[in-house]
């Protein structure tokens, strides 16, 4: 193997001329994501950022990120200190245009475009993806789908060149819509050296220095409070949970880590004092914290909850099995491969009683998994009513389960083999002159 920089020149032992061969090998494969801003701490972005670390620690990547999903008050492009010239981050506001990312690809020359979150936010990518293609190839981290299927979606899938699907729900969806291009399952990871079981006396202490969540029963709730979280119908439901006459309801405690005031969510501390929630039993953490201190929080909680009507995977669930805390969620998306393997249960699944659709005009046709407020008592006070060693029998089988299935080890690997093969397979370039989009109709 040779190693040459554009100004030497090399022969071979038969003394002849050998450098048109282009033998350049340490020109790294450089990366352009789109995602939400890989450093904020949403599901997408979170996931992102794991994907990119496992490229860059091979020493063979460099990644361009443009961050996006928010209202950025600092546009300054950003060098992450631990990848020096190798990570470069350019924040965008709300999902970015043709023009920024033409202008990327035609100044950077990236040899991959890696495009994670709902499609259906990006009208405009697909609506350039024939002329990017024609020189990069582009892979899509596909965040969530649902059954039935919307066709259009298949105009998506076949505007990739691979897919990676985050589910086997969606992996299936994109194996019978778009069976032409190239799919892979590769669920999210948890990094079990932060989120962990944390010890007696850590707990005790966190305990001991938060008195409204000390001598209760705690249901955690961590999620943005987007109207699919079903933020409200969570409150106005654990109200009702308060009055079975099998529950004490100085004893327990619904703790919600999110934003009350997210524009795209319910008004939360308006809902609390309108439902007549007393002192100690709904309490609000608002502030963003690290991921060490959220594996703290998982640890005091007896319980995590999630019952989005839709979830392309849940990552809140999977850091609480990885904290040894068991699950009670929604059986949709992603979810449901969380909350049990098909033999063993890790928590407690409610089946869906009904599947609404809703959307816009930008966005229709969301299928949306509903469960009943009554399946939902029955799981709270299920969990509610299990013995200490029951639980924690859940989430010693949680903990095994995730470190099966969802191991930051596997996952790296994974992503570093698909993104060689892509650049090995796929090219980029000069190499993909004869590039050609081939759609098919599904009938």
């Not at 089946?351 to 046709?365: D, L």
């Not at 969301?366 to 299990?386: G, H, P, T, V």
Request: with cysteine.
């Amino acid at each position: 193997m040779l190693i040459v920089s554009s100004d030497q020149v090399l022969v071979n032992s038969t003394g002849q001329n050998i450098v048109n061969e282009e033998i350049i090998l340490d020109k790294k494969i450089t990366v352009l994501t789109i995602s939400d801003h890989p450093l904020l701490p949403s599901g997408v972005g979170i996931q992102t950022k794991y994907v990119i670390e496992a490229l860059l620690q091979t020493g063979k990547f460099k990644v361009i990120s443009l961050g996006g999903a928010v209202k950025h008050q600092d546009y300054t492009p950003k060098k992450v200190e631990q990848y020096g010239d190798d990570w470069e981050i350019y924040p965008i506001d709300g999902y970015g245009n043709a023009q920024i990312v033409n202008a990327f690809i035609d100044d950077r020359k990236p040899d991959i475009l890696y495009f994670m979150t709902d499609p259906r936010f990006y009208e405009w990518l697909w609506a350039i993806d024939d002329s990017i293609r024609e020189n990069v190839p582009m892979i899509y981290y596909h965040v969530w789908d649902n059954y039935p299927y919307p066709k259009f979606n298949q105009r998506y899938y076949e505007s990739n060149d691979v897919i990676a699907s985050i589910s086997k729900v969606t992996s299936d969806i994109v194996r019978t819509v778009a069976p032409q291009v190239e799919e892979h399952y590769v669920p999210h990871a948890v990094d079990s050296k932060i989120f962990n079981k944390k010890s007696t006396e850590e707990i005790k202490t966190v305990l001991n220095n938060n008195p409204p969540l000390r001598d209760r029963f705690v249901f955690f709730w961590n999620n943005r409070n987007a109207r699919r979280k079903q933020t409200g119908s969570l409150l106005y439901w654990f109200r009702d949970f308060l009055e079975l006459p099998e529950v004490d309801k100085d004893k327990v405690c619904l703790f919600l880590h999110t934003d009350p005031n997210d524009p795209h969510g319910q008004p939360l501390q308006y809902l609390i004092e309108e439902l007549g929630f007393s002192e100690g039993e709904v309490v609000l953490s608002t502030n963003k914290l690290p991921s060490e201190q959220m594996s703290m929080l998982y640890n005091i909680a007896d319980c995590t909850v999630n019952i989005s009507d839709a979830e392309g995977f849940g990552l809140a669930t999977l850091e609480s099995l990885s904290c040894g805390t068991p699950i009670i969620v929604n059986m949709t998306g992603g979810l449901q491969e969380q909350v049990t393997d098909g033999e063993r249960w890790f928590g407690i699944g409610i089946q869906p009683s009904s599947k609404a659709v809703i959307g816009s005009q930008n966005v229709p046709y969301i299928y949306e998994d509903r469960i009943s407020k009554e399946d939902f008592l029955n799981a709270l006070l299920e969990m509610y009513q299990k013995t200490p060693e029951q639980r924690q029998k859940l989430g010693e089988l949680g903990q095994e389960h995730v470190q099966q299935n969802y191991s930051f080890e596997a996952f790296n690997k994974q992503w570093v083999d698909i993104m060689t093969s892509i650049h090995e397979n796929h090219g980029s370039w000069e190499t993909r002159k004869n590039y050609k989009n081939i759609r098919v109709e599904i009938l």
